[in-house]
């Protein structure tokens, strides 16, 4: 569900904390019942409310107008009274490694994780899929305009043992198919999408999807049989979230 208003950005926020509305609005020296008009548009956000966003670094310009990222740098810490925590491991991405670590982690943005991805057969994407989990990128990989990007989480065990069932995948839109033979690629099959690695059979005007796990056939999208398919986009990155120990 796209958030068109302020008020639908305004609820993406507080679930990326994962806060009530009421802990929302104490934190942020509001009454609830402003809280509720700020997010279902009765009232435009006051100024005072707007400065206490801006000191932890929420990008105003993506609340009030859409553009841009949640956040001018990304604040997202552990609670300190978390049992357990999460982390995201970076298993794969285009860019160099070295420049992850020179760039100290503070150089982050927060993304959405937009739908489920099928790691099998195609499956429908669900249309009221909420912004519920989002994850905290490494800018430094993500050379395109931030738009360009759409965060899947990976249902499926056909794209074992490379890609495991769970694992966060971040594609870049593509419009063309140049440079995808090889590559792993989402796509979408009458109203399902999957994840594969591609391969183009030109002599039988084919797209042979490919999946990692030998116990998965492969499918083949035949042109010359009315068969569809529609490039979302291309891997780019791939994490696993893992568990912290205690603390």
Not at 78 to 93: G, H, L, M, N, Y
Not at 182 to 193: M, P, T, Y
Not at 194 to 218: E, G, M, S, W
Request: aromatic share 8%; net charge neutral; glycine share 6%.
């Amino acid at each position: 569900m796209a958030a068109k208003t302020v008020g639908d950005r305004l609820k993406m926020l507080v679930r990326s904390l994962n806060l009530t509305h009421g802990d929302f609005a104490k934190k942020n020296g509001i009454s609830l019942n402003s809280m509720s008009r700020y997010i279902n548009n009765k009232r435009s956000p006051d100024p005072e409310f707007l400065t206490k966003l801006a000191e932890q670094k929420v990008n105003l310009n993506w609340l009030l107008s859409g553009e841009g990222v949640m956040y001018v740098s990304a604040p997202w810490d552990p609670k300190p009274d978390s049992k357990t925590k999460s982390k995201v491991e970076v298993v794969s991405a285009k860019g160099k490694l070295s420049d992850l670590a020179d760039s100290s982690y503070n150089r982050t943005i927060l993304l959405p994780i937009v739908a489920e991805i099928s790691a099998g057969m195609p499956a429908k994407a669900a249309e009221d899929f909420e912004y519920d989990n989002f994850v905290e990128l490494p800018r430094i990989y993500l050379k395109d305009k931030i738009d360009n990007y759409m965060v899947f989480r990976v249902n499926g065990q056909s794209m074992e043992p490379q890609i495991m069932n769970n694992d966060i995948v971040v594609i870049q839109r593509k419009d063309d198919w140049s440079n995808t033979d090889g590559s792993v690629c989402a796509v979408r099959l009458n109203d399902g999408i999957t994840l594969k690695r591609i391969q183009f059979d030109h002599q039988r005007q084919q797209v042979l999807l490919h999946p990692f796990n030998a116990d998965y056939r492969v499918q083949v999208v035949d042109s010359l049989q009315g068969d569809d398919i529609y490039l979302i986009g291309m891997i780019v990155m791939q994490l696993r979230l893992t568990k912290r120990g205690e603390v």
